[in-house]
C-alpha cells in the first residue's frame, strides 16, 4: 500500500517538471506555424495537471486559454489589455475572454 503511493508522489513529480518543457515545444511549435502540434502538446499538459492534480503556478496559467487549451502568445494569437483593474486576455484562436483582478 505504501509503495503504491510512493509511485503515486513520483508520477506526480515526473508529471510537473514536464510541464514546462511541453509549454516551451508548444510555443515553438505554434511560431513556426504548426497549430495542430502546438494544440497536441497544450492539451496533454491539461491532462498532466488534471490526472495529477496539478495546482498550476501563475506564470503557467496565464499562458494558457481557459476555453480552447491554446497556448497564448502576446501579439501573435491573443490580446493583452488592462481595463479598471483588470487584466483582459482575448483569445484571438476562440475569440473568448479571460479577465484577471489586479491589485
Ligand atoms: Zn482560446
Known sequence: ???KIAKKIKAKQDAKALIPDLLKKSK???K???KK???TYSKKIRFLYM???IKLPKTIKRQLCK???RVLIPS???RVRTNNNWLVIYCLDCKKYTRILLN
Open 28 to 30: 515553438l511549435a505554434y
Open 37 to 39: 502540434l502546438s494544440l
Open 51 to 53: 490526472k495529477h492534480k
Open 67 to 69: 476555453h480552447c487549451y
Open 32 to 34: 513556426k506555424g504548426d
Open 76 to 78: 501573435i494569437n491573443c
Open 1 to 3: 500500500m505504501r509503495r
